[in-house]
């Protein structure tokens, strides 16, 4: 299979199915191939409609969320993986609670807006919700400092 992408011409192998569910090929004349040759086969596919090259930051994404399925037109290409974690998490949202702007609490597991009463620091959580799980271990915590008195 060949690959023209921009002005080169990149040979590649016949595509497999890797056991991550991506699809592979080997292409040893491919600039950022590593030493095995092996390379994601979307990632070739993606430079070949873009004519170009991609950076070691541009992550490309499945828009059909079917990783094996690497027609041109399912793919799109996200300048980091940051925006394509975000994106992601966007789409979870929209499948969970029926609004993409929403957040989820990683203690209650309720979705909400990530308003005022959101933070996030280790992910999104309520206010209340923080508080309370800080207070219970920093109970624990005392607990199991003090050996088996109870508090
Ligand atoms: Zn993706
Ligand atoms: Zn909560």
Redesign the pocket.
Known sequence: MKYVIGETIIEASDSWSGPNGYRFVYAKDHPNAPKSNQMYEHIVVMEKKLGRFLSNEE?V??IDGDRSNNHPNNLMVYKDNAV?CF??YRKIALDSCGNADYVKCWICKEWDTPSNNMISCRGYAHRICSNEYRNKWAKEKRRRLNGSSWN
């Open positions: 992550v994404h499945h394509h994106n992601h």
